[in-house]
């Protein structure tokens, strides 16, 4: 575990920003906070007491303050993102103590251990608005689901979103090879497969495939075919946690790991060839889905059937139209050629990828 241990004010170049501020002389104590911080992936500063440096206190992200350090902070100006930290649950001298120091929560170890870890994690990859999530279902096999999400994540990292793309359906066949990628280097489900409470945002991506300017968690060639529900929604949210955009590939079937991405989803769009058959496969899906998720659209593709259209498939199915997915000429080709869909800038796919995105975005900046 790595910390710097101050007990002299330290030189203005500091370290490295961002960690939390530890006020205690406890060694134990010490030793179960820098555990914990290294468990969120920060490196904080440590003092018996305030420090006397100007802004120490004052521009720290948090302050965790020790409860046999609180009598050496009364008096200090009053700030938020101050916890006091203690052992002892009887303790009634510790509440009075937190009002003396303004302090925000008190935390007793070890119950609170899981909670000040997310805490810490908050601070250090810090805490904005969180990416926009959309899954992309097929009505029925062959659908196009696939294609449509691809092409809707190059189109988002090309528009300069933080961009991350998710394949959910471990029997599809794997999304990196869609997009030319299956032999980059890059963690694929399997490894997340023990992910267990929090896991770290900017550690995840970074682990990823990165292929044309996106990154993308897919699936690799062998025998592990499902994620435990906990750990899909531990890597969802850290992946929602970095903001832009989260596309989602998903599977037709809603099992426990489908249904806690659906639970993440700001909102789903629903592939459906405009024909009756497909149609009435797409109702039955919809119906699964909607139980979880409560922005369901529907983006119709052609050739269509007789007396259909776009907004017949919607009336029909009950959902509000995101629009025709257009046919993209030479896709098969640029496939083969390891283009992704949406690849060509100018294509059909792109131009609907340009306007599902302006749309949204929209909505979540007026919302």
Known sequence: MTARVVHEPPSASGGPPGGPLILTEDPALLDDLLRLCAAAGATPEVHPTVPERRGGWESAPLILVGDDAARRVRGTPRRRGVVLVGRDQDDPGVWQSAVEIGADHVLMLPDGEQWLVDRIADVVEGVGRPALTVGVIGGRGGAGASTLACALAVTAAREGLRTLLVDADPLGGGLDVLLGGETTEGLRWPAFAAS?????????????????????????????????????????????????????????????????????????????PAELRAVAAASRVAAAVGLVLRDLRVAVRGPYAPGLDDREVARLLGLPLVGEVPAEPGLLRATEDREPPGAAARGPLARFGRHFWEGALAEVGSG
């Open 196 to 272: 267990r409470g929090r896991v770290g945002g900017g550690a995840l991506e970074e682990s990823l495939p990165a292929l044309h300017s996106l990154r993308v968690l897919s699936w690799d060639r062998g025998d592990c075919v499902a994620v435990p529900p906990q750990a899909v929604r531990a890597v969802l949210a850290a992946a929602r946690r970095r903001g832009g955009a989260v596309v989602v590939d998903l599977p037709r079937r809603v099992d426990e790991g489908v249904a806690e991405i659906l639970a993440q989803l700001d909102l789903g769009v629903l592939v459906v």
